[in-house]
């Protein structure tokens, strides 16, 4: 084992360290770092043969969750960790889009990151720390790794920037911001933002970008003192001979073939060049050579037309979005719904509404617990016209849907405006480029017309790059499918009129200047005013009524002392409520009462009978009420659920009764009156008072006389049974 090598520095006003040679010693390279009181243990290992069969870059990174990190246990049966949780899948993607494009993409060995969180103080989020510790391995491997990296959260926070707050400080932020760079570039941006205005955004990058550096300066020193010698990455083929055969086959074709509006109408030319080009060419190479250098000229048509002329397949402008549709209200029994289509991108969302015992409870490392809103993305074979197997939702699905539900959270009403769980599943009906900002289009269009009460609408838009051989560069409006394929970045931006509410960055450089980022920010924004334009004229604003067929929410405030009443014994009282109302019935710790139904008797039924629950009992109030227990000095009667008074003898009737049963019986409902409370809080009832007087009684229907036997003497009150 190597001896071990720290390296500590101040970074966001609190100490990192990364240390090496103290654990895993078997891993090619492993680093624990230190972040406060989070610790992470990552590793990175790199298999010693190629992989066979693969055409592409074989890494994988895996975050590892371990509950026992914050001092937890995992819930269910088993007990113990299984599946990935939503947010692990998402930190493991958010360290694999910096690290993918540092490494050489002829490199065919597979490489594993495993991230594991050892520790949690939760103030100190673990994402950016996998990222760091992912690019020190690396560094530190024999793997040709084009880095560091560093990476970091900023905040902004009462009018500054604040580099890596604490999970408890970022609830008073209004930008969540995470940047990954290396020494001269940005590789990676992943944000949630509450409407934050473009100059602040940009402020922000800039602000992290410089603070990597010194993330980036520390991975430098350990890796000088503990990394491996580096190997040489395989060579690109680039078989010349190939590839002028080629091309006096095609004879500039191919551009021909690009440029038609559709996928439908592009692929049969495409296909045709191909066939063709196996078809003569079949005795000089392998149909892996033809395939992957006509994949190249496909790559270099398409380039090569945007950065010369300024113009795209179907002559769309750089700045040019392709046409827009909306439409709402589309399926009668939902409770909302939106179908929103941009060229051959469609995307259709459905909006469900539930009470709040219908919140996703979450069991991770975060200091969240539960989530109320909700966006599901869906993926399905047929949105790109292909037969693949169903299943349940990869890291993709996964990704898509969580940048979505990001974007449209700042402006969902709270709860106290709107108490709600609510529910989106954008369904990808088909697929050309940026599904991802067309569900964010289609959830704001469904969730407005179901009658969810939002902020602000909410649009998205991804913008590409194309960089050329001499420096130059052009920003794409509205990628689609092949232009994501072939360019080389993907910059998702999602916001209101307003100002910015989600961003992703991916790239296939080794970076992108801040300049890049600034220019499709803000033309980004003319796009976004465009596609609000269109979503208003489908609809304004939010419907003023729900669906007939969504629950209604009610709400109420009971004493907090009371809470246990409503709740009764192992909640026996409130489940007798629900069956009997056909209501849902969530209660807060402050005494907040939601009532959810589907019609507004039942929730009526409920709150009366919580009333009733709760509510003090008077002296003087007059109730109806069932006979439910008699003893031989008198009758209990419920005046409400689970509050009974005691009818003496004596106050059964206006003349002297021998047996209680000679008057009630118990089931019996009969009319009483509170004529008293006692010190212990017992009540006492009067059938009698309420009795029509008979000669000789008084005027406030009260005997003249006092019977004998039967009753106690006055100040010892019957045992009577609680």
């Known amino acids: 084992m190597a001896q071990p090598f720290a390296i500590e520095d101040t970074f966001g006003g609190r100490t990192l360290s990364i240390e090496t040679g103290k654990l895993a010693a078997q891993a090619d390279a492993a680093v624990t770092l230190r972040y406060g009181d989070t610790v992470l243990l990552v590793t990175t290992c790199v298999s010693p043969q190629p992989r066979d069969g693969v055409d592409f870059l074989p890494l994988t990174i895996d975050y ?40 050489p993409k002829t490199w065919r060995r597979e490489i594993q990151v495993v991230v594991t969180v050892l520790s ?45 707050p604490t999970m408890p400080e970022m609830a008073n932020s209004t930008l969540d911001l995470v940047v990954a760079s290396s020494k001269t570039a940005v590789v990676m941006i992943e944000a949630g933002a509450k409407e934050v205005p473009e100059d602040i955004i940009t402020g922000a990058m800039k602000f992290a970008h410089e603070a990597n550096q010194k993330l980036i300066a520390m991975q430098e020193k350990i890796i000088a003192a503990m990394g491996k010698a580096k190997e040489e990455a395989p060579p690109a083929l680039n078989n010349s001979e190939l590839k002028a055969d080629m091309e006096q086959i ?43 250098a006509f994949d190249n000229a496909v790559r270099y048509a398409l380039r090569g037309h945007i950065l010369k002329y300024g113009t795209r397949a179907n002559n769309r402008s750089l700045t040019q979005i392709r046409q827009l549709s909306c439409d709402v209200n589309l399926l009668p029994r939902v409770h909302g719904s939106g179908l929103f289509t941009r060229g051959e991108t469609q995307a259709l969302s459905i909006t469900t509404l539930g009470s709040m015992r219908d919140e996703q409870q979450l069991d991770g490392l975060g200091l969240t617990e539960t989530k109320r809103y909700m966006h ?103 990628i689609e499918g092949m232009e994501d394929n072939y360019g080389d970045m993907d910059y998702k931006v999602a916001g209101t009129s307003t100002g910015i509410t989600a961003l992703q960055l991916d790239i296939k450089l080794k970076g992108v200047s801040l300049e890049m980022l600034e220019k499709a920010m803000w033309q980004s924004r003319e796009t976004r005013m465009f596609i609000l334009e269109t979503m208003h004229n489908t609809i ?73 629950l709760t509510r ?107």
Not at 267 to 291: C, G, H, N, R, T
Not at 392 to 412: C, D, K, T, W, Y
Not at 692 to 718: E, T
Request: aromatic letters at 4%.
């Open 540 to 612: 304004a604003q939010s419907r003023s009524e729900l669906s007939q067929y969504a629950p209604r929410m009610y709400k109420m405030v009971v004493d907090q002392d009371k809470i246990g009443t409503v709740i009764g014994p192992g909640g026996k009282t409130i489940r007798s409520i629900t069956d009997e109302s056909k209501a849902t019935i969530d209660i807060a710790p402050d005494g907040t009462v939601t009532i959810g139904a589907v019609d507004e008797t039942s929730a009526k039924k409920a709150m009366k009978m919580i009333e009733d």
């Open 64 to 103: 590892e969750e371990r509950l026992y990190a914050a001092g937890k246990i995992p819930g269910g049966f088993i007990r113990r960790e299984g599946r990935p949780s939503e947010e692990a899948i998402l930190t493991s993607r958010l360290t694999d889009r910096p690290l993918r494009p540092l490494l």
């Open 616 to 722: 003090e009992i008077k002296a003087g109030e007059i109730f109806t009420g069932k006979v439910v227990r008699i003893m031989n000095f008198g009758a209990f009667v419920e005046l409400l659920p689970g509050k009974d008074g005691l009818v003496h003898i004596s106050e059964l009737e206006t003349h002297r009764v021998e047996k209680v049963e000679d008057v009630v019986k118990i089931g019996n409902e009969i009319t009483v009156k509170v004529i008293e409370i006692d010190s212990q809080g017992r009540i006492n009832l009067s059938r009698r008072a309420l009795l029509a007087p008979p000669d000789g009684s008084n005027q406030d229907g009260s005997a003249s006389f006092r019977p004998s036997g039967n009753r106690p003497p006055s100040g010892s009150p019957p045992n009577r049974p609680r």
């Open 250 to 292: 095609l004879a500039g074709r191919v551009w021909d073939a690009l440029n038609f509006a559709t996928k439908a109408e592009r692929e049969p030319k495409l296909s045709v060049l191909k066939a063709e080009l196996l078809e003569q060419l079949k005795d000089k190479y392998s149909d892996s050579e033809i395939l992957s």
């Open 120 to 164: 949690t103080d939760r103030e100190n989020d673990p994402d950016t720390l996998a990222i760091i510790g992912g690019s020190c391995t690396l560094g530190m491997s024999e793997v040709p790794f084009e880095g560091p990296v560093g990476a970091c959260h900023v905040g902004y926070i009462d009018g500054q920037y604040v580099i890596n």
């Open 376 to 478: 599901h993305y869906n993926f399905p074979p047929y949105s790109t016209g292909e037969v693949k197997r169903v299943g349940s939702p990869g890291r993709r699905e996964i990704g898509h849907g969580a940048l979505a539900e990001r974007a449209i959270l700042p402006v969902i009403p709270s709860e106290a405006d709107f108490p709600y769980t609510i529910r989106v599943v954008s369904e990808i009906m088909s697929s050309s480029g940026s599904t991802s900002m067309a569900s964010v289009c289609g959830s704001t269009l469904s969730l407005m017309d179901a009658g969810v009460p939002i902020k602000a609408p909410v649009a998205g838009i991804s913008m590409g790059l194309v960089t050329g051989d001499n420096g130059e560069w052009v920003v794409l409006t509205d």
